[in-house]
């Protein structure tokens, strides 16, 4: 169960970042508040999901599996290039 909690927090934090983005971008100030505001929402899970897996599991553990976790997406991303995108 850590190991999906973990999963999902880095779901939704890169779910945050995306609306970050989007919202940083967008010239339309009604759709780029949207957009913050998922990006508030998304950081909420994130937080909420680790958060979670640290209360489930031996938090010394939960953190290194965190920060092993994103070593290994990092590494992953670093063949997929560099350009920003959505569901890239
Ligand atoms: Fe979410």
Request: aromatic share 12%.
């Amino acid at each position: 169960m850590v190991h999906r909690l973990l999963y999902a927090a880095l779901i939704e934090a890169r779910s945050c970042e995306r609306f970050r983005l989007l919202s940083e971008q967008l010239k339309d100030q009604e759709l780029a508040k949207f957009y913050k505001d998922l990006m508030v929402s998304e950081a909420n899970h994130y937080t909420l999901f680790l958060n979670f897996a640290r209360s489930y599991g031996e938090r010394k553990l939960v953190n290194q599996k965190w920060n092993d976790l994103l070593v290994f997406e990092a590494e992953l991303m670093k063949d997929l290039g560099t350009k920003g995108t959505v569901h890239g």
